[in-house]
Each structure stands twice: as structure tokens, then as C-alpha cells.
């Protein structure tokens, strides 16, 4: 239907909307009853969950616009700060494993001086898999539909391609294999990004410390809260 609108770009357009009256509606120019920068740093910092609503001082930066700007602001700079960091993570993560790839090498170099044998260079081999989250029908869903089957997830490096649900956004996403909810297994994050209308999201796991058994695979992208998904290791 022409001039339908994406549910993805609907949600835009709602708090793009929501973002600017809140900007404009409570101007304070005498800034009455601002809790401060260091307060507005600690909420920006929170996940915005359900808990945030009964914050006295969430209750005034959404009432009053220039705290709400500042906030906004705030938000922004921590996403740039973030993706720096995990830029420097990943990179020290590389060189640790060239370092643990060479360490092996030496060692078997040393424990077998006279063997003209090719050193067994112990590299992770990642074998990819493509998670398909897209037509997913959960438990909780009352839309009439058969739960569907876990997610079958293999012992080892694994290189994931997680085809995220329908009308999913791209961006920073966490993914969590676990067994209890807040006790994570394995946890990794990553970029997902739109393909051919497909929001699809690759990580990098080693499952190869995991028994085999059912486990659930948690998926969020912040602010949202993590959706779990039923998940089989063989
Ligand atoms: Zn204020």
C-alpha cells in the first residue's frame, strides 16, 4: 500500500515526536528544581527500563527541556565513548590471540625440537551458522501461533549470522546463551545492520565449553529489555 509506514519508522517518527515536545513544552529558564549534570550523567547511564519511570528526578528531566537536551546530549556522547571502547577491546582482543597463536607455535616448537613436523597452530576455527529470529513465534506471543522449535546451536567457535526479527532496528545489539536469566554463559555484542530488508546481526561465539542441553539465547538492543529464545546444543 503506498504511504504505508514501517513499523520500524512509525516508532522513529513516535519518539522523534515525543523527543521534540518534551524539548520545547517545559521551557525552565531559571532552571528551577534541576537535579544537576551528575545526576542527568547517572540516568543517561541507566538502562531505560520500567524502573526509570518512578525516579523523581527521570519525572523532572522529562518535564523540563533543557535537562531533557542536556540528557539527550549526554546519550549521545556515551554512544560515540561506547563504540571507541569496544573498538579498543576488539583490537586488544586480536592481539592477544596472535599472542596466544605465537605462544603455541614456540611451544610446540620446544617440545618437539628434532620432528620436522608443521607446528599445530591451535586457531579458532569459526564455523558459521545462520540463526533465523525473523518469523520467530514466541511462547508469549497470543498471536494463535505454534511456539517454534530451539534454536539449534552447535559445540564450538561459531561465527553467527542472527536474522533478527521482523522490523527489528539496526544497531548495538547484546546476545546472551544462558540458563538462568541474569547469569550469562557466553556473551558477546555486535552491530546488526539492514540487508536486503533483513535486520541481521553477526557475533562471534565459542560454545565449545558448553554441555549439551537447552539453553536460551538473549537478544536486546538497548534501551529495550532482552528477548529470550529457546535454544538446543546437541
Ligand atoms: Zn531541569
Not at 546530549?73 to 576488539?90: F, L, P, Q, Y
Not at 546476545?175 to 547469569?183: F, N, P, R, T
Request: hydrophobic share 35%; charged share 25%.
Amino acid at each position: 500500500m503506498p504511504g504505508e509506514e514501517s513499523s520500524d519508522a512509525q516508532y522513529e517518527r513516535l519518539k522523534r515526536q515525543l523527543q521534540d515536545s518534551i524539548l520545547t513544552e517545559y521551557p525552565n529558564p531559571d532552571r528551577v528544581g534541576c537535579p544537576g549534570g551528575n545526576v542527568l550523567r547517572g540516568l543517561a547511564a541507566r538502562y531505560l527500563d520500567d524502573t526509570i519511570e518512578t525516579d523523581p528526578n527521570w519525572q523532572h528531566v522529562t518535564h523540563c527541556s533543557p535537562c531533557y537536551r542536556e540528557f539527550l546530549d549526554i546519550r549521545a556522547e556515551m554512544k560515540v565513548s561506547k563504540t571507541a571502547n569496544r573498538r579498543a577491546i576488539a583490537a586488544g582482543l586480536a592481539a592477544l590471540a596472535i599472542a596466544m597463536v605465537g605462544a603455541a607455535w614456540f611451544v610446540s616448537q620446544r617440545r618437539q625440537p628434532t620432528t620436522p613436523e608443521r607446528p599445530q597452530i591451535t586457531e579458532l576455527v569459526y564455523q558459521p551458522r545462520i540463526v533465523n529470529l525473523e518469523g520467530w513465534s514466541s511462547p508469549r506471543s497470543e498471536n494463535g501461533k505454534e511456539p517454534s522449535a530451539p534454536i539449534q546451536l552447535g559445540r564450538g567457535p561459531e561465527e553467527l549470522t542472527i536474522r533478527l526479527p521482523f522490523a527489528s532496528r539496526p544497531g548495538q545489539y547484546d546476545v546472551q546463551l544462558l540458563k538462568e536469566v541474569d547469569q550469562p554463559l557466553v556473551a558477546t555484542s555486535g552491530e546488526a545492520q539492514v540487508i536486503d530488508g533483513s535486520t541481521v546481526l553477526k557475533a562471534r561465539v565459542d560454545f565449545s565449553k558448553l554441555g549439551p542441553g537447552r539453553y536460551l539465547l538473549g537478544v536486546r538492543r538497548l534501551p529495550a529489555d532482552w528477548t529470550f529464545y529457546p535454544s538446543e546444543i546437541k
